[in-house]
């Protein structure tokens, strides 16, 4: 028998403590959707179209479901300031990104120089 959070459909991914969302667009006045993420979902990450992409019923089945809110970026990142350490770390291990919004601007420089160094 069902529980009453999967019957209600509460129980889905995006209302998971190991979850991560980050909005993506042109700013965060623009934002044009969501991709989610987590390290426990094995067709991570995709967009989340709402919430209402069907992968995010995976909950239902994962073993690490915990219930609670995920982790999220937004577009311009200025709620990396927010973030610790080991949550950066997720977002730069699940979305291959690099997240800058908490670097001091001497760190962001050097970050740059360092890519334009991989790219050249």
């Not at 991560?20 to 390290?39: A, H, I, K, P």
């Not at 995976?58 to 973030?83: H, I, M, P, R």
Request: negative net charge.
């Amino acid at each position: 028998m069902k529980s009453a959070t999967e019957m209600t459909g509460y129980m889905k991914c995006n209302n998971c403590k190991h979850g991560l969302q980050v909005d993506y667009g042109y700013s965060n006045w623009t934002v044009e959707g969501t991709d989610f993420g987590c390290e426990h979902h094995p067709e991570s990450p995709f967009d989340m179209w709402y919430g209402d992409d069907e992968r995010l019923n995976y909950a239902t089945q994962c073993e690490f479901y915990t219930n609670g809110s995920n982790l999220s970026l937004d577009v311009e990142q200025e709620e990396a300031k927010d973030l610790t350490a080991s949550d950066i770390e997720r977002f730069n291990k699940v979305f291959n990104m690099t997240v800058t919004g908490h670097m001091t601007d001497e760190e962001l420089k050097q970050h740059l120089e360092n890519i334009i160094k991989e790219v050249n």
